[in-house]
């Protein structure tokens, strides 16, 4: 029994060398046999003798695979430094490749097999994903890649270390629930801008509003209107794009709501997907009504992640947390409705996150806390379809300001009674 399962994992070993082999092999067949570091032959052996060396520590102890390691990688570089002198190519990816498959054959002699099998997928992936990956990286401009890096720094780093306790008055200001908000927003709003840069706005404002729409829909609303002054022919595509970019708003602050307070998203979604469907419906019949964009014009987004626009957003929602506290206070259920009605001009975001913090400890009704976020939806979306009508002329200003007040009376009759 004990011999059968060491040739299973030693046949698991083999195979993983064999996957990554396949790939390498394919990868590098021009050169010919012979002309290359290693091949499917090659990553097979490598595996298996990670498999074997792994095998003979059990018995030995762990430094024999450290020294069989060494000796393959020395072996690796004297083979790396003569193809070097022939094809000039100081690329090093099938050396640590080489080198990795010793020691996923060697993860997975010693009991690891998911994790080897898994590991070794990703890696044939990566070495295969060469050419879309190359071209990603060619189509990073330095600000995304500065966004990126931003993105990581306030993620991965910052939000770690913050204090996770309420300070201030009735304890409203939580560091790290704060920056955790903040984190959410701008990761979305990350992917919506890169949704945007691989799909290509150019297809059409509809896709631009889909995918802007995670980004701001504000802003994908002010862009499409201005098209609507060059070329009024297109009224019907731009009033669709304008409306998928709605719609998604709508969805996103489901989407908050889903990740922040399962009960919240609960209070409110129903009206929320009804005003999503019932624009997103009203977009399509737009669209296919519409003709086809001509102009090739793209929709400027801003960069994807600015650190002081993340300062900002995280004080000013910091903000909109205690005036709601004070306001509930002071005033009521009404306190928390005018907060709404003015915050919601600019973005519903920040009473979207304030509201379902509060409501999720204690700090607000429920009830409310729905209500007023339906009423900040409501204010955006005039505030849309005035930007509409004012940029884009009356005729777009109707397209929009119609369905969007229809979406919200029927988001109010449906959603406030259950509220």
């Not at 300070?167 to 920056?179: A, T």
């Not at 150019?202 to 896709?207: A, F, L, M, S, T």
């Not at 009356?394 to 959603?415: D, E, K």
Request: hydrophobic share 55%.
């Amino acid at each position: 029994m004990a011999d059968l399962e060491n040739f299973k994992l030693l046949g698991i070993a083999l195979a993983l060398g064999l996957l990554i082999g396949l790939e390498r092999g394919w990868r590098e067949r021009e050169r010919g046999e012979g002309m290359r570091i290693a091949g499917l032959r090659t990553y097979g052996l490598i595996s298996l003798l990670g498999g074997v060396s792994a095998m003979l520590a059990k018995q030995a102890g762990p430094l024999l695979i450290g020294f069989v390691f060494i000796a393959l990688a020395l072996i690796l570089l004297v083979a790396y430094s003569k193809n070097l002198e022939k094809f000039e190519d100081v690329g090093i990816t099938s050396v640590i490749a080489s080198l990795l498959t010793f020691i996923l054959g060697a993860l997975a002699v010693f009991g690891h097999v998911v994790l080897a099998s898994a590991a070794a997928v990703v890696t044939t992936l990566l070495l295969g994903f060469k050419p879309l990956l190359h071209g990603w990286v060619s189509k990073l401009d330095q600000q995304e890649l500065e966004a990126t890096l931003k993105l990581l720094l306030i993620s991965v780093v910052m939000l770690p270390v913050l204090p996770d306790q309420g300070y201030g008055p009735w304890g409203v200001f939580n560091p790290y629930h704060v920056w955790w908000m903040v984190v959410l927003i701008a990761g979305i709003s990350y992917l919506g801008y890169f949704a945007i840069r691989i799909a290509g706005d150019r297809h059409g404002p509809v896709v631009t509003g889909a995918f802007g729409g995670l980004v701001s829909s504000t802003a994908v609303s002010i862009n499409l209107a201005r098209l609507a002054k060059n070329d009024p022919s297109m009224l019907n595509t731009l009033a669709a794009g304008i409306l998928t970019a709605c719609a998604t708003m709508f969805a996103r602050t489901l989407l908050l709501a889903s990740i922040l307070n399962p009960s919240f998203f609960q209070q409110i979604l129903s009206s929320m997907l009804v005003m999503s469907l019932f624009t997103y419906l009203f977009a399509l019949l737009f669209w296919l009504n519409a003709k086809t964009l001509q102009n090739n014009q793209e929709v400027p987004l801003e960069n994807p992640f600015q650190l002081g626009m993340a300062l900002k957003f995280g004080l000013f929602l910091s903000v909109v947390m205690l005036l709601s506290k004070v306001l509930q206070i002071q005033f009521g259920d009404m306190g928390a409705y005018v907060l709404a009605s003015i915050s919601g001009v600019a973005d519903v975001d920040p009473i979207t996150l304030s509201m379902a913090q509060l409501s999720k400890h204690g700090g607000l009704d429920i009830t409310v806390a729905g209500r007023a976020v339906l009423i900040a939806v409501t204010v955006n979306s005039g505030f849309k379809s005035l930007v509409s009508w004012v940029i884009g002329g009356h005729a777009l200003g109707l397209r929009v300001g119609c369905v969007l007040a229809s979406a919200i009376l029927l988001g109010f009759l449906i959603g406030w009674r259950l509220l």
